[in-house]
């Protein structure tokens, strides 16, 4: 009985702060909605490649690779060796079509039955009715393909579509389905002599998969030839997997914190409710109702209002990861690999996980109001000025916690590990530190506003000491406003560092003057690379205004680690100049790259793996299977956060037979006409049999800074985000604080003040806030940029990267935490500007 | 003769509805500079909300108040404030001060919003904390204060702008008897000592007894005084 008259207590004043309320409950469904969109996010991006990979590989539980794919006729003399075992030759690779990245497969229609692997709706039979053409249109048709549903409807393809790709027209000759939609989305399917001419690679197949049982695949294991290795494909998948692991901790990361600025704003709004009921909550008291009781009861409010929220944030989620999936698909083909996701693959388990964070962390945020609401003596309670002497003693024991917590947060960040978890962990704690701290910089720095601009004007006067006599408010809404525009300024400093970082690395690497990409590009940057003969090289070499050429070829490279891109390079006079060395080998390290058995690494390898120059690795070779190499420098490449490996050409031509060539840089003599000087060599390419593109360097490094911008869009996306949330935070924490004020407002109006001094100070008090939030947003912000760049970026992509301060960020970020305060102080003020002066006057 | 400090001609005022009975129904009402009238009357017959229109806290609906020539039915907003900040002073039963300025910060504040010069707020403010014998309590909260004490604050905050009409309602109604004609006197001598008009609402026979002149209201107009008015007590 006394229960419901205490919800129905609580329900009432929740009715008559309706905006409050909701404000409240924005907040809790924006931070939650961010938090769900990421989780969403991801595992869409988790089950696209599972089911892209069932799509692939089907029942096939290995495979086996080589070091430069496997010949034709080595692949049918192993296929004709063992008539018992499952095998299907495969040819893959990714190419653009209509301006979509789309994979395309070869495959032997007659091996596919085993595989099942676009079963079960799409065999290649010909009697399959859920297959359109079957093996006859494959005999028949000139270069048939096939494309799955999906990829036929989202590229609006039609039967008997000509399908450009490389150096061949094929033709759509039907679809086909498989179980799930999403798993075949952007693939194409054909017959494995079309997919080698279509890709360039003609004469070889990319790999061998099979059904194996563990003893099968134990004892074949021990007969392969040297250069082969088989492989699990359940491994690959999760090697696969694994590249992205540190993007993903980066964005649950980003909207980790999103909820973090919300549990300040839950915070500030259930402490508000809870201030402004504290003569409800006396008088509870006084009639015999026990603490424990209003601790359940506000505590109960958290958990009721966070639900509701918590659920519709789940929705809002849904929606924010529609569009977060584009941005997110986008960074990982651009860095990783190729990922066809069109739509988010909705789990309970992760929409579970959104629900429990949201609710516990606003239950969580609640506690410190709800033992606000049960302590003190009842009398105690009934005295506003109480409240702000308990905050006042406060203030130096949260900034003592503040400290203690930025030292723990220091200490994690510094720990010996590479862990990014760790990581994100001492960050969050830094933060958490530095907003405990803020309340009493708060009061410090108001104060010396106070002193500084107090005299000089009545309203100033006013709305200063109204503020820091107001500290139990005031200081929470300026830490949630300063903690979220720290954020912004720490991840435009870290964007800001990187971006000038692969600035300069670009301008040191792309030191030719121009570049001939041979082959189609696939869309994620990498050549089809094609045949090109001494010859003609040597005439490009000889063009009136070449001073000389180098050429490189990006190749898969297996090593003893994980398969990386192998660039094979044949260097010209200004090549070692391309590359700025973070570790050397003491006998000089592009001297013993050219003359010796060895290999450069990239950073992210040399981190990932602690490898060092000097160090030896094992590269699978064509010739020789594995073979080891000494590594002979490491330098700097923001290229691939799975790390690269470059060899000399000669010592490629030596173990692996390929001679292709992917690119070619062109340096111009100083003294020649650069345009003359394009214009013959464009002329010479035009002659090659395949394609080729010419770029100069700026087009180059223009295009990579564009991707490299487009793969921060979704950390920018995340920023604003939470710079919403901040944004409801300190609107609803002044909007709390000036309709708390109200009477004291209405005291001021029949003391003689007017409109406009009640608007001036809110005004000022908003821009007071702003200040505040601002300035002390500063410290933070730079403190976190340092943590983002030194720990959580060499951690997730294993790059180092000299900090950037651009000129503008400061004065921004200050400009940004008084444009959010100065906004969110409008409502208020026009909302109190229309307020009953006697029905204030008259309430108590 | 002298022109009426406040004069109120046929105002009619009504909360919410225009079917709503109106809480003040055609009254009148005129009050001679320095006079001190008490308005008595029950609960809900409108003797706060004449006082609230008389302060210009709530714009007139119909008929015409005069405070001191200034015309307040046809004021808006900014000249209510205006008179308010220069000739009229208010004290309430529930004292409304703000609970986050110090005893002293609530009195300066009717001179800090009219712009009046530091030393001369300081100048009266001291004078005035003395007359109402708070100096050693100056630096503190109103919560931390009697309920006398909290009284004798607002009626410093009420006069310190030296307004030439005071209004208060129900000044004692918070307060014991003892402490309640502490207050009372106060008001009296302060009143005398600038020869400020003041318009009481009361629910004491004792307190409206101290006024030059005694009216009462009923269902929202003024009637006749009798001894057996219900609603009149003693403290």
Same mark, same amino acid.
């Given at each position: 009985?006394?229960?419901?008259?205490?919800?129905?207590?609580?329900?009432?004043?929740?009715?008559?702060?309706?905006?409050?309320?909701?404000?409240?409950?924005?907040?809790?469904?924006?931070?939650?909605?961010?938090? +769900?969109?990421?989780?969403?996010?991801?595992?869409?991006?988790?089950?696209?490649?599972?089911?892209?990979?069932?799509?692939?590989?089907?029942?096939?539980?290995?495979?086996?690779?080589?070091?430069?794919?496997?010949?034709?006729?080595?692949?049918?003399?192993?296929?004709?060796?063992?008539?018992?075992?499952?095998?299907?030759?495969?040819?893959?690779?990714?190419?653009?079509?209509?301006?979509?990245?789309?994979?395309?497969?070869?495959?032997?229609?007659?091996?596919?039955?085993?595989?099942?692997?676009?079963?079960?709706?799409?065999?290649?039979?010909?009697?399959?009715?859920?297959?359109?053409?079957?093996?006859?249109?494959? $005999?028949?048709?000139?270069?048939?393909?096939?494309?799955?549903?999906?990829?036929?409807?989202?590229?609006?393809?039609?039967?008997?579509?000509?399908?450009?790709?490389?150096?061949?027209?094929?033709?759509? @000759?039907?679809?086909?389905?498989?179980?799930?939609?999403?798993?075949?989305?952007?693939?194409?399917?054909?017959?494995?002599?079309?997919?080698?001419?279509?890709?360039?690679?003609?004469?070889?197949?990319?790999? $061998?998969?099979?059904?194996?049982?563990?003893?099968?695949?134990?004892?074949?294991?021990?007969?392969?030839?040297?250069?082969?290795?088989?492989?699990?494909?359940?491994?690959?998948?999760?090697?696969?997997?694994?590249?992205?692991?540190?993007?993903?901790?980066?964005?649950?990361?980003?909207?980790? $914190?999103?909820?973090?600025?919300?549990?300040?704003?839950?915070?500030?709004?259930?402490?508000?409710?809870?201030?402004?009921?504290?003569?409800?909550?006396? @008088?509870?008291?006084?009639?015999?109702?026990?603490?424990?009781?209003?601790?359940?009861?506000?505590?109960?409010?958290?958990?009721?209002?966070?639900?509701?929220?918590?659920?519709?944030?789940?929705?809002?989620?849904?929606?924010?990861?529609?569009?977060?999936?584009?941005?997110?698909?986008?960074?990982?083909?651009?860095?990783?690999?190729?990922?066809?996701?069109?739509?988010?693959?909705?789990?309970?388990?992760?929409?579970?996980?959104?629900?429990?964070?949201?609710?516990?962390?606003?239950?969580?945020?609640?506690?410190?109001?709800?033992?606000?609401?049960?302590?003190?003596?009842?009398?105690?309670?009934?005295?506003?000025?109480?409240?702000?002497?308990?905050?006042?003693?406060?203030?130096?024991?949260?900034?003592?916690?503040?400290?203690?917590?930025?030292?723990?947060?220091?200490?994690?960040?510094?720990?010996?590990?590479?862990?990014?978890?760790?990581?994100?962990?001492?960050?969050? *704690?830094?933060?958490?530190?530095?907003?405990?701290?803020?309340?009493?910089?708060?009061?410090?720095?108001?104060?010396?506003?106070?002193?500084?601009?107090?005299?000089?004007?009545?309203?100033?006067?006013?709305?200063?000491?109204?503020? +820091?006599?107001?500290?139990?408010?005031?200081?929470?809404?300026?830490?949630?406003?300063?903690?979220?525009?720290?954020?912004?300024?720490?991840?435009?400093?870290?964007?800001?560092?990187?971006?000038?970082?692969?600035?300069?690395?670009?301008?040191?690497?792309?030191?030719?003057?121009?570049?001939?990409?041979?082959?189609?590009?696939?869309?994620?940057?990498?050549?089809?690379?094609?045949?090109?003969?001494?010859?003609?090289?040597?005439?490009?070499?000889?063009?009136?205004?070449?001073?000389?050429?180098?050429?490189?070829?990006?190749?898969?490279?297996?090593?003893?680690?994980?398969?990386?891109?192998?660039?094979?390079?044949?260097?010209?006079? *200004?090549?070692?100049?391309?590359?700025?060395?973070?570790?050397?080998?003491?006998?000089?390290?592009?001297?013993?790259?050219?003359?010796?058995?060895?290999?450069?690494?990239?950073?992210?390898?040399?981190?990932?793996?602690?490898?060092?120059?000097?160090?030896?690795?094992?590269?699978?070779?064509?010739?020789?299977?594995?073979?080891?190499?000494?590594?002979?420098?490491?330098?700097?490449?923001?290229?691939?956060?799975?790390?690269?490996?470059?060899?000399?050409?000669?010592?490629?031509?030596?173990?692996?037979?390929?001679?292709?060539?992917?690119?070619?840089?062109?340096?111009?003599?100083?003294?020649?006409?650069?345009?003359?000087?394009?214009?013959?060599?464009?002329?010479?390419?035009?002659?090659?049999?395949?394609?080729?593109?010419?770029?100069?360097?700026?087009?180059?490094?223009?295009?990579?800074?564009?991707?490299?911008?487009?793969?921060?869009?979704? +950390?920018?996306?995340?920023?604003?985000?939470?710079?919403?949330?901040?944004?409801?935070?300190?609107?609803?924490?002044?909007?709390?604080?000036?309709?708390?004020?109200?009477?004291?407002?209405?005291?001021?109006?029949?003391?003689?003040?007017?409109?406009?001094?009640?608007?001036?100070? *809110?005004?000022?008090?908003?821009?007071?806030?702003?200040?505040?939030?601002?300035?002390?947003?500063?410290?933070?912000?730079?403190?976190?940029?340092?943590?983002?760049?030194?720990?959580?970026?060499?951690?997730?992509?294993?790059?180092?990267?000299?900090?950037?301060?651009? *000129?503008?960020?400061?004065?921004?970020?200050?400009?940004?935490?008084?444009?959010?305060?100065?906004?969110?102080?409008?409502?208020?003020?026009?909302?109190?500007?229309?307020?009953?002066?006697?029905?204030?006057?008259?309430?108590? | 003769?002298?022109?009426?400090?406040?004069?109120?001609?046929?105002?009619?005022?009504?909360?919410?509805?225009?079917?709503?009975?109106?809480?003040?129904?055609?009254?009148?009402?005129?009050?001679?500079?320095?006079?001190?009238?008490?308005?008595?009357?029950?609960?809900?017959?409108?003797?706060?909300?004449?006082?609230?229109?008389?302060?210009?806290?709530?714009?007139?609906?119909?008929?015409?108040?005069?405070?001191?020539?200034?015309?307040?039915?046809? /004021?808006?907003?900014?000249?209510?404030?205006?008179?308010?900040?220069?000739?009229?002073?208010?004290?309430?039963?529930?004292?409304?001060?703000?609970?986050?300025?110090?005893?002293?910060?609530?009195?300066?504040?009717?001179? /800090?919003?009219?712009?009046?010069?530091?030393?001369?707020?300081?100048?009266?403010?001291?004078?005035?904390?003395?007359?109402?014998?708070?100096?050693?309590?100056?630096?503190?909260?109103?919560?931390?204060?009697?309920?006398?004490?909290?009284?004798?604050?607002?009626?410093?905050? /009420?006069?310190?702008?030296?307004?030439?009409?005071?209004?208060?309602?129900?000044?004692?109604?918070?307060?014991?008897?003892?402490?309640?004609?502490?207050?009372?006197?106060?008001?009296?001598?302060?009143? /005398?000592?600038?020869?400020?008009?003041?318009?009481?609402?009361?629910?004491?026979?004792?307190?409206?007894?101290?006024?030059?002149?005694?009216?009462?209201?009923?269902?929202?107009?003024?009637?006749?005084?009798?001894?057996?008015?219900?609603?009149?007590?003693?403290?």
């Amino acid at each position: 009985m006394v229960t419901a008259l205490l919800f129905r207590s609580s329900w009432r004043f929740h009715r008559q702060h309706p905006l409050q309320l909701m404000l409240s409950m924005f907040g809790i469904i924006l931070g939650v909605g961010i938090v +769900t969109s990421v989780l969403i996010t991801n595992h869409s991006a988790v089950r696209a490649f599972a089911l892209s990979s069932e799509a692939l590989y089907g029942r096939a539980t290995h495979q086996i690779v080589a070091a430069n794919a496997i010949p034709d006729e080595q692949a049918a003399l192993f296929i004709r060796s063992n008539p018992s075992l499952t095998i299907a030759p495969i040819v893959e690779s990714e190419a653009l079509l209509n301006g979509t990245l789309i994979t395309l497969v070869g495959l032997d229609p007659f091996r596919e039955s085993e595989f099942a692997r676009l079963q079960p709706n799409a065999s290649m039979s010909d009697s399959d009715s859920n297959t359109q053409v079957g093996v006859t249109a494959l $005999l028949d048709a000139k270069n048939p393909i096939w494309a799955s549903d999906a990829t036929a409807e989202r590229l609006k393809l039609s039967l008997g579509d000509p399908i450009n790709m490389g150096e061949l027209e094929a033709t759509l @000759v039907g679809t086909f389905r498989t179980a799930s939609r999403a798993a075949s989305d952007g693939l194409l399917v054909t017959d494995i002599s079309v997919a080698q001419a279509l890709s360039n690679k003609r004469g070889k197949v990319d790999r $061998l998969e099979m059904v194996l049982s563990d003893a099968e695949a134990n004892a074949l294991s021990t007969t392969l030839p040297a250069q082969w290795r088989l492989q699990a494909t359940a491994q690959r998948q999760a090697t696969m997997q694994a590249m992205t692991k540190g993007f993903q901790i980066n964005l649950t990361a980003m909207s980790l $914190l999103a909820l973090l600025v919300g549990m300040f704003l839950i915070h500030n709004t259930m402490t508000f409710a809870v201030l402004q009921r504290r003569e409800v909550f006396a @008088v509870k008291r006084l009639v015999g109702i026990p603490a424990s009781g209003l601790f359940g009861i506000v505590m109960t409010e958290a958990l009721v209002f966070s639900a509701i929220a918590s659920l519709i944030g789940l929705l809002v989620g849904i929606l924010i990861a529609q569009k977060l999936l584009q941005l997110t698909t986008q960074t990982i083909n651009d860095l990783y690999f190729v990922l066809h996701v069109q739509q988010i693959h909705l789990s309970p388990w992760v929409l579970l996980a959104g629900l429990i964070l949201g609710i516990g962390s606003s239950v969580l945020a609640a506690t410190l109001a709800a033992c606000e609401a049960a302590s003190g003596s009842a009398m105690q309670a009934r005295r506003r000025s109480a409240v702000e002497e308990k905050t006042k003693t406060l203030l130096p024991w949260l900034l003592l916690a503040g400290l203690v917590f930025l030292t723990l947060g220091a200490a994690l960040a510094w720990f010996p590990s590479q862990s990014l978890l760790l990581g994100f962990g001492a960050l969050m *704690i830094v933060i958490m530190g530095y907003g405990l701290c803020i309340p009493w910089l708060s009061q410090r720095l108001l104060n010396l506003l106070q002193t500084v601009m107090g005299q000089t004007h009545v309203v100033v006067s006013l709305a200063l000491g109204s503020l +820091t006599s107001n500290m139990s408010r005031t200081g929470l809404a300026i830490a949630a406003l300063a903690v979220a525009v720290s954020a912004t300024l720490g991840v435009q400093i870290m964007i800001g560092s990187f971006r000038h970082s692969v600035d300069n690395w670009l301008t040191q690497t792309l030191q030719s003057d121009f570049y001939i990409t041979l082959g189609d590009t696939d869309g994620t940057g990498r050549s089809s690379a094609g045949q090109t003969n001494n010859q003609w090289l040597q005439k490009l070499n000889e063009i009136n205004g070449v001073q000389d050429i180098s050429t490189g070829l990006v190749v898969d490279a297996v090593t003893n680690f994980d398969t990386f891109d192998l660039l094979v390079l044949s260097p010209s006079a *200004i090549s070692e100049s391309s590359y700025e060395w973070l570790d050397t080998h003491p006998d000089g390290s592009w001297q013993m790259f050219m003359n010796e058995q060895s290999i450069l690494i990239s950073e992210p390898l040399a981190n990932k793996y602690s490898l060092s120059s000097g160090s030896m690795m094992r590269l699978f070779t064509e010739t020789d299977g594995d073979v080891a190499f000494t590594v002979a420098g490491v330098y700097r490449d923001y290229g691939s956060s799975h790390g690269r490996l470059v060899i000399r050409r000669s010592l490629y031509d030596y173990y692996w037979n390929n001679p292709r060539v992917g690119s070619i840089g062109v340096n111009v003599n100083t003294a020649a006409d650069r345009t003359s000087t394009i214009a013959a060599v464009r002329e010479h390419t035009n002659q090659l049999p395949i394609p080729a593109r010419v770029r100069d360097n700026i087009s180059i490094h223009a295009e990579s800074l564009a991707i490299f911008d487009r793969t921060f869009s979704v +950390t920018r996306v995340l920023r604003w985000l939470t710079m919403g949330v901040a944004f409801i935070g300190i609107f609803s924490a002044l909007l709390a604080m000036h309709l708390e004020r109200a009477r004291d407002f209405a005291i001021m109006q029949a003391s003689g003040g007017s409109h406009h001094q009640l608007r001036q100070i *809110i005004a000022l008090q908003s821009l007071a806030m702003g200040i505040a939030a601002g300035l002390l947003a500063i410290p933070l912000g730079l403190l976190m940029s340092e943590m983002l760049i030194h720990i959580i970026n060499v951690r997730s992509f294993g790059w180092s990267m000299a900090s950037t301060l651009p *000129i503008s960020a400061i004065p921004q970020t200050f400009l940004l935490a008084l444009a959010s305060a100065a906004l969110a102080g409008l409502y208020p003020a026009w909302r109190l500007s229309r307020q009953s002066l006697v029905s204030e006057l008259r309430s108590e | 003769m002298s022109q009426p400090a406040v004069e109120v001609t046929g105002i009619t005022h009504r909360y919410n509805t225009a079917s709503q009975r109106p809480i003040l129904n055609d009254l009148s009402l005129s009050l001679a500079a320095g006079e001190t009238l008490a308005l008595v009357g029950a609960s809900g017959s409108g003797k706060s909300t004449l006082l609230n229109l008389i302060g210009g806290l709530e714009p007139v609906q119909e008929g015409y108040v005069r405070v001191f020539n200034e015309t307040l039915h046809d /004021a808006n907003n900014a000249l209510r404030t205006e008179l308010r900040r220069s000739i009229i002073g208010f004290v309430y039963q529930a004292f409304n001060l703000i609970p986050t300025l110090s005893v002293v910060d609530n009195i300066r504040l009717p001179l /800090a919003l009219a712009g009046v010069h530091k030393t001369e707020q300081d100048k009266r403010i001291n004078r005035l904390l003395d007359t109402v014998g708070l100096t050693d309590k100056k630096n503190a909260f109103p919560d931390v204060l009697s309920g006398g004490e909290q009284q004798r604050v607002a009626i410093a905050r /009420a006069v310190v702008h030296q307004p030439a009409l005071l209004l208060a309602d129900e000044p004692t109604g918070n307060l014991d008897a003892s402490t309640g004609q502490q207050v009372l006197n106060l008001l009296q001598s302060l009143v /005398a000592e600038h020869n400020t008009t003041l318009l009481m609402v009361t629910h004491s026979l004792k307190v409206a007894n101290c006024a030059d002149r005694i009216l009462a209201m009923n269902d929202g107009q003024l009637v006749e005084m009798n001894d057996n008015t219900d609603s009149i007590n003693t403290w």
